[in-house]
């Protein structure tokens, strides 16, 4: 399909434009002329029917309401406004008074004409005459497309292209959209599928108690039933011309009664009436034609006019233009929520020693991004960096600017530098990225051996800490500056992670809305994690998912302001019992001891069976170490599911994994360990390195 202009002008019909007839009169069958009306001038003849008490050609009557909304709801009575009666055809420069009712009513019918109608009286004399056919279109144009307009995404697009038409313009209507639809400049691929997206019809038990008349008789359900759901559009067909020519057509013109086949197949071919009572309206978006709209009028309905169909354009037009902003939309939407999944973690890590469980939650529907994040961060010697922080804003710009900080926090948290020093270089690179670039963020580092934990802070609400005995406290921390202020010290603080116990990291937007301020917030959520805790007992902690479903459910209607970023770690430890470290002096028999203290600990935690692998593994790790080391080596065993090795010496330079030649006489170890170890690894320490491989326990 090529591209055609979207201008439409008025057809040339003939059409009288002071006929009674039209799309949205609900009046009785033509209209007679009064006694001795035959061979008078237009006027006289109008006036001899305003004193019989019949409504002159030139003032139909406006469309039925339907009640649905404000677009279909009734006009004020005429004769409060003390209006004088209508003319047929108002004098140059003269106004024509509009009636009080609401700016977006589609008009409706006078009360003086439904009673005429019903009763078979004229309307009183001095009372004005209905509002003129052509304004009437005007109005219900004007107060269609405002309801198009207001949908937001494809549904509410085309819902409100139905609900707008039906009953008012139509007894029915099908919508047929392109399978997929293009999105933007996109050149679409392949044949042409266009698939029915809704259809909408005037209900049954409406069509004579609300002044409706009878119509055909298939409910929508049906009117999918009977129709093709799709319909390729072949090349040079009549369907494809009729589309190409974008402007609407009546369903018994030519070029019409062989597309309509081929669009609505061979048994919705069925639902057209006879007559001008269909029109086909393509729906061409900005650049192509994206579907296709079929506006259906019952055999007791007055038949579509030639106006209509300007009518039907407009509705068509913007109903398509409506569409391709949906479709940019939902596009962007898409990508939002792509980029928000990338800056935040797929899956939490599961550390030794702690248990973790997060939630995300956008501002809102239509703030799809933020600049909320929070991070679980693996370090050397089975300790885990929780990490939450808080870009200002909740834009795209907050989301990259939260995706930088992110990645910088994981490269320091990689160097094991303490948190302060954390902060204070991401204070640095905020500074780097723009003045105006500020976020707050909390760093903290969980040590399950020592169970302690060290957290900074930069300007970030308290962390909370659920006790194992239902006692919640918020954390006593120095608030710190935010990140982006600049030559601001940050200060940690060293405290207790009793087993059993629940960190809970969060960002604002959980405790600050309108209705409370932070501390408001902070102390209801203490509040309601000492409640929750009280439900599982003293001596078992509520479970950790469920923990946090409850926190968010704190959260009233009307109470999300803000991106929320929640990050809860259950501090389960390490037993001083399932720990064993030894230092070890850099000389040649240092390898031979290190064997001989891990074949008695491993006997020690009845684990004979692995005795001999170990033996190999800390050999090879151990000399390694020695070689280059010039203070003493560490040397330390964890026994959790599983068990793990740690060698730690004072050399930065981390080893890596290479192909012995069939010559050498070294080179092999970490060959061994790569094969034997379940895993294994080497993290860069402020004071040196840690190689570490773990083992299955068997």
Same mark, same amino acid.
């Given at each position: ?8 002008? %008025? ?11 039209? /799309? ?27 004193? /019989? ?19 279909? $709801? ?45 009763? +078979? ?23 269609? *497309? ?16 139905? =609900?707008?038409?039906?009953? *008012? ?64 559009? %072949? ?9 190409? +020519? ?11 009664? /062989? ?57 068509? *037009? ?16 898409? #990508? ?45 010697? $089975? ?17 990259? #600017? ?29 500074? =780097? ?18 169970? =302690? #934990? ?63 301020? &932070? ?12 409640? *929750? ?40 430890? #390490? ?6 470290? @030894? ?21 020690? @935690? ?12 800390? $050999? ?5 170490? &020695? ?8 040397? =330390? ?35 061994? &360990? ?11 320490? $402020? ?12």
């Amino acid at each position: 399909m090529t591209e055609q202009p979207t201008s439409f002008e %008025r057809p040339q019909a003939g059409t009288d434009p002071a006929d009674p007839r039209g /799309a949205l009169l609900r009046a009785p069958g033509p209209q007679r002329p009064a006694p001795g009306a035959a061979g008078l001038p237009q006027a006289q003849a109008q006036a001899q029917a305003r004193g /019989a008490g019949e409504t002159p050609p030139g003032a139909p009557a406006a469309a039925v309401s339907d009640g649905t909304g404000p677009e279909h $709801s009734q006009p004020a009575a005429a004769e409060s406004m003390g209006a004088p009666p209508a003319r047929a055809k108002p004098g140059v420069g003269e106004h024509r008074p509009r009636p009080a009712s609401a700016p977006d009513a589609i008009p409706a019918q006078p009360p003086g004409l439904e009673q005429e109608r019903r009763s +078979g009286q004229g309307l009183p004399p001095g009372r004005p005459t209905p509002m003129r056919r052509d304004g009437d279109r005007l109005r219900f144009v004007g107060a269609a *497309t405002r309801r198009i307009a207001r949908g937001i995404d494809l549904d509410e697009i085309v819902m409100g292209l139905c =609900r707008a038409t039906v009953p *008012t313009f139509s007894d029915a209507i099908l919508v047929y959209l392109r399978d997929p639809l293009p999105v933007g400049d996109e050149r679409p691929t392949g044949p042409v599928v266009l698939r029915l997206r809704r259809t909408d019809r005037i209900p049954e038990e409406r069509d004579t108690e609300g002044g409706f008349l009878p119509v055909f008789q298939p409910e929508p359900s049906e009117l999918s039933a009977l129709t093709a759901e799709l319909c390729e559009v %072949r090349p040079g067909g009549a369907l494809n011309e009729v589309l190409r +020519g974008v402007r609407p057509v009546f369903a018994d013109a030519p070029a019409a009664r /062989a597309a309509l086949p081929e669009l609505l197949g061979e048994d919705g071919e069925s639902l057209v009436p006879g007559g001008q009572r269909a029109i086909l309206a393509p729906l061409r978006g900005r650049r192509r034609v994206i579907g296709a709209a079929v506006f259906l009028r019952g055999p007791e309905r007055v038949a579509f006019e030639a106006d209509d169909l300007l009518v039907a354009a407009q509705l068509a *037009t913007h109903s398509a233009l409506g569409i391709d902003k949906a479709v940019l939309y939902g596009r962007e939407a898409y #990508i939002a929520d792509e980029l928000q999944r990338t800056m935040l973690p797929e899956t939490l890590p599961q550390p030794t020693g702690v248990r973790l469980a997060s939630r995300y939650l956008p501002a809102a529907e239509t703030a799809r991004v933020g600049g909320d994040w929070y991070d679980a961060i693996p370090l050397p010697g $089975s300790r885990v960096a929780l990490v939450v922080g808080d870009v200002m804003g909740h834009s795209m710009t907050s989301a990259a #600017i939260m995706g930088q900080l992110r990645t910088t926090a994981q490269t320091l948290a990689g160097l094991d530098l303490p948190p302060q020093e954390v902060l204070h270089h991401l204070d640095e690179q905020a500074q =780097r990225l723009g003045t105006d670039r500020m976020a707050t963020c909390l760093y903290a580092v969980y040590d399950p051996v020592s169970h =302690r #934990i060290t957290i900074a802070n930069a300007g970030h609400p308290p962390p909370v800490l659920l006790h194992l005995g239902g006692r919640a406290e918020v954390l006593r921390v120095p608030a710190g500056a935010p990140i982006g202020v600049g030559g601001v010290d940050f200060e940690a603080v060293e405290l207790d992670a009793p087993a059993g116990a629940t960190l809970l990291l969060y960002t604002d937007g959980l405790v600050e809305s309108r209705l409370r301020d &932070v501390w408001t917030g902070i102390e209801q959520l203490r509040e309601k994690l000492a409640a *929750t805790a009280q439900l599982t007992g003293p001596d078992h902690p509520p479970p950790l998912e469920a923990l946090c479903d409850e926190v968010l459910d704190m959260l009233g209607p009307g109470d999300r302001d803000d991106d929320i970023a929640l990050l809860a770690a259950r501090f389960d430890g #390490i037993a001083p019992s399932d720990v064993a470290y @030894w230092y070890l002096e850099p000389e040649d028999a240092a390898p031979g001891r290190a064997r001989r203290l891990a074949r008695r600990a491993l006997a020690r @935690w009845g684990l004979e069976e692995l005795t001999d692998s170990v033996e190999l593994l800390v $050999s090879e790790v151990v000399t390694n170490a &020695v070689r280059y080391a010039t203070r003493p080596v560490t040397l =330390r065993l964890l026994r959790t599911d599983v068990l793990r090795c740690e060698v730690g010496d004072d050399v930065p330079q981390l080893p890596r994994l290479r192909q012995a030649r069939a010559t050498d006489e070294g080179g092999r170890g970490l060959y061994l &360990v790569n094969r034997m170890a379940r895993r294994w690894g080497a993290t860069r320490l $402020s004071t040196g390195k840690v190689v570490w491989f773990e083992l299955n326990r068997i």
